[in-house]
Each structure stands twice: as C-alpha cells, then as structure tokens.
C-alpha cells in the first residue's frame, strides 16, 4: 500500500508534462496531501484541462517561468531531450531552496547536466519510476501506478542529502521501493532490461508486416495471432515520441546491446542451418530457466 505523511511534503509542485507518469504524480501528491498545490504545464489546453477535472492538478499556466518562481518542488515529465532547453527557459527562476527531479528512463551524463543547469542554491534529483502502460495521456493516469513498483533515485557527489530524503518520502507515499543508483549504471542497467525489450517488440512488428508482403494467399498474418504475439509486442504499443528520445539518449549503450541480441539471433539461426536439435532444445531450456527467475 502506499505510503502517507502527515502535512504537506511541499507547498507547491509544478509538473511539467501531465501525461500518464505526470499525471498519476499529481494524482498521488493531491489524494495524500503531499502537496498544497500542484501547478501543470504542458503544450495542450484539453490535457490540461482534463488533469484539473481528473484531480491530478489545481491549476496550469502556459508560463512555465510564473509557476516554477513560487514552487519548492518542479518535476520533469516531458520527454527527456526537452529537459535542457526546459531549464534554459527558467532554471535561474527557480528558488532557493527549491528541488528539481524527473520521472525519465534515461539519466547518465543528463543528470550531470542538469544539476549545472541550475543555481547553486536549487537541487537536482533524478527519479525513475519503474512504472507505466503502454497507454500514454493523463485520461490513463492512476494514483495507484506506482505501488509496489521501483523507483530509482540517481544521487551524485553534488546531492543535497535532505533534497533527496524528500523525494525519497515522495515516492516511499506513492508505494514505490526506492533504491539508489549511479546514474551511469542506471542507464546500462535500465537499457537492458527495458530499453533493449522495447527495441525487440518494435522490430518483431516490423519484421511482421514484411513477412506480410511474402504471405501467400492474401492471408493477413495478424488475423491468426494468439496471445504469444499480443505478450511479446505489447510494448510496441508505447509513445513513439518517448521512445525515440530514450533510445537517441541511451544510444551508445544501446547500439552494443542490439549488437549482442543480434549475435544470440545469429546463435539460434545456425543452430536452425545446422538441425541441431540438442542445441535447439538447450538454448530454449536455458532461456526457460531464465524467463522463471524473472519476478
């Protein structure tokens, strides 16, 4: 279950980007009373106005400058490559004092950036909620997305201590297990186990729709899909605009990793070309035993 605490963690909390992540944040900070007020900013007035009815926000401003003054709380969750140009526009308004976090997939170098983007005086603290749908906007946002689920914290030698005890007490209330991370790690870790698998599901969709176009018959291959397909590509169905910006982000560490899937495909071809049905059998046993470590 998640968490509470008795007063206001924050007096006000602006959230730049009310989609699903932002949305369900807001929907935690004002359901606990974590915070007095929430403040959104986003590029489409319907969303916005939509998060005010769902709760998730009290109020927005297209100035995002006139919110983050007044706030001792700002979370990033737009896409990751809008956070620079993001804390040009108002880094330096931010008050002393104040903590700037995110809720991204990607930290690394970015987290060292940001934390140069702003006023000595302000603390930047990277989060990543291990948490979502493939489902995107606010109209999807729950209060309960992030219980029971990881939350990564990405401190550095830079850190405020009591910044980060706050937003670990913020995601501690959401229900998440926190734990801490070097933000390079993270990237390295998270690419492998989120990152990579996304990659997959989208290439396997594409692979598909080219066997299409060799399928006799004019027989549509998705007409005969089972619940295999639906399992293994219901990533695919993630935000295209947050998944090119996580994978150009995590590029370098990614571009090994499809190196290394693709020497296993390799693997398993020429255990195919060769009628190696011992080989066969172990590789998929393996990857069995695997697949039932998983939790």
Same mark, same amino acid.
């Given at each position: ?36 007020? =929430?403040?959104? /900013? ?14 998730? /926000? ?40 104040? /903590? ?24 930047? /603290? ?11 906007? =606010?109209?999807?946002a729950t209060s309960k997305l992030f219980v029971g689920a990881r939350c990564i914290v990405t401190p550095t030698p830079q850190t405020n201590a009591d910044a980060l005890t706050k937003v670990r007490d913020l995601w501690e209330a959401a229900g998440s297990k926190v734990l801490s991370m070097d933000p390079m790690v993270h990237d390295w870790v998270l690419g492998a186990v989120s990152h990579l698998p996304h990659i997959a599901a989208f290439s396997l969709m594409h692979s ?88």
């Open positions: 279950m998640a968490g509470s605490l008795s007063e206001n963690l924050f007096q006000q909390v602006t959230i730049i980007g009310v989609g699903l992540l932002g949305g369900s944040l807001g929907l935690v900070l004002k359901e606990q009373g974590l915070a007095k007020t =929430v403040v959104g /900013i986003g590029r489409r007035q319907t969303n916005l106005e939509l998060a005010v009815q769902l709760g998730a /926000i009290d109020r927005f401003t297209s100035e995002a400058h006139e919110a983050v003054c007044d706030s001792d709380f700002i979370v990033l969750a737009a896409p990751v490559d809008t956070y620079i140009s993001h804390l040009q526009r108002w880094g330096q308004k931010v008050p002393s004092g104040a /903590i700037v976090s995110d809720v991204g997939s990607v930290k690394g170098q970015l987290v060292f950036d940001m934390e140069a983007a702003l006023p000595t005086t302000a603390s930047f /603290i990277g989060a990543h909620p291990i948490a979502g749908k493939e489902k995107s906007g =606010v109209a999807h598909l729709q080219d066997l299409q176009e060799k399928t006799p018959d004019a027989l549509s291959l998705l007409d005969f899909s089972g619940g295999g397909l639906r399992d293994t590509t219901r990533i695919a169905a993630s935000s295209p605009e947050m998944w090119r910006d996580i994978c150009l982000a995590n590029r370098e560490n990614l571009v090994n990793m499809i190196d290394q899937y693709i020497t296993r495909l390799q693997g398993f071809k020429q255990l195919l070309n060769d009628q190696d049905a011992s080989g066969l059998a172990k590789n998929i046993e393996q990857a069995k035993s695997l697949r039932e470590g998983l939790t």
